[in-house]
């Protein structure tokens, strides 16, 4: 059990983002094979024959301590930073702190030639790492971008919502199952580690993150401030290849083909427009199918700045579940 001081005052200083360079190193530590691998079995296939083209990666990230330097995830600036401007912020990094943590992650060990180089070089060896994460962004976090950004901002809205509706301290219960708060501390149930984190004078920061999947990760003392990461809710659907129902199911039975196949893809969250494009439907018949979902209590909608999401309800979760459904 770790204790992470967090007390009631806390939450004025709390807030919600969603980091590219959090996805990037949750997606790197899932390659790890953890209890989470056949969620993304889809992707782990498209993403580790091509491991060998990004070695500063495998080398900084992938090493035998599984521990990630904490300048690559500085705590985000905004809600919504892009990841050229968290390039921006790593390119910032002193020096001398970008080789230490990368040294960290071999102590004890015979480092590979590209870890080596931060020692003689860390300059050099930075602008390596950045344009190799550059790669292994394009091919392994780019493709699900707009799944994994619409569920954080789902996740946010949400949060958000009940936060108004039954007070602030909703914005961190149920976060995740290893998580607790009593009030003076966050709980975080890690099987082998034990201690007490102390405040640090910055905020918090809740990344709500897809590949973190049944993870969850604390970093206490970054000097860009505190950041929490977890799975946003329904982070299982990220995974699924949106499949239609069959044309003999009892959920088309029950909804009719169209109205099936949107309750189906709204595992994940959609608005209007991506339901339209990826059914092919025009937008009057795709809003009229979600409007239709929602008043009948199957979907809700979220609304994240001038986008309205729609997502299934756990009823909805529930009939789309059902066998031959």
Do not use: C
Not at 106 to 129: K, Q, S
Not at 168 to 185: C, I, Y
Not at 226 to 247: H, M
Not at 266 to 292: C, E, F, I, K
């Amino acid at each position: 059990m770790i204790e992470w001081e967090f007390r009631a005052a806390d939450l004025a200083g709390l807030r919600f983002a969603h980091s590219p360079m959090a996805e990037v190193v949750a997606s790197v530590f899932a390659l790890r094979e953890g209890s989470d691998a056949w969620m993304r079995a889809s992707w782990r296939s498209r993403v580790v024959p091509r491991l060998p083209s990004w070695p500063t990666v495998r080398g900084v990230l992938l090493g035998p301590h599984g521990y990630a330097p904490d300048f690559l995830t500085p705590a985000p600036r905004t809600g919504r930073p892009t990841l050229a401007e968290e390039f921006a912020e790593i390119a910032a990094t002193p020096l001398d702190r970008v080789a230490e943590q990368v040294a960290s992650a071999w102590a004890g060990r015979d480092a590979p030639p590209e870890v080596d180089r931060f020692a003689r070089d860390p300059r050099a060896g930075l602008t390596v790492l950045l344009a190799e994460i550059r790669s292994y962004f394009a091919v392994a976090i780019e493709p699900w971008w707009l799944r994994l950004r619409t569920a954080a901002e789902a996740e946010i809205a949400t949060r958000a919502r009940a936060a108004a509706e039954h007070g602030a301290r909703t914005l961190v219960d149920e976060l995740h199952p290893r998580l607790d708060w009593n009030g003076s501390a966050l709980l975080l149930r890690y099987p082998h580690k034990h201690g007490r984190w102390g405040a640090t004078g910055h905020g918090l920061t809740l990344l709500p993150t897809g590949f973190a999947g049944s993870q969850v990760y604390a970093m206490p003392d970054s000097p860009s401030g505190r950041t929490l990461w977890y799975a946003p809710r329904g982070f299982g659907n990220l995974w699924t290849e949106d499949p239609q129902p069959a044309a003999a199911s009892p959920l088309t039975a029950l909804l009719g083909p169209t109205r099936a196949a949107v309750l189906t893809l709204l595992a994940a969250p959609y608005s209007t427009g991506d339901v339209a494009a990826r059914l092919g439907l025009a937008a009057g018949t795709a809003s009229h199918h979600l409007t239709t979902l929602r008043d009948a209590g199957l979907a809700s909608a979220e609304r994240t700045g001038r986008r309205l999401l729609y997502q299934r309800t756990p009823l909805g979760d529930q009939l789309a579940a059902r066998p031959g459904g």
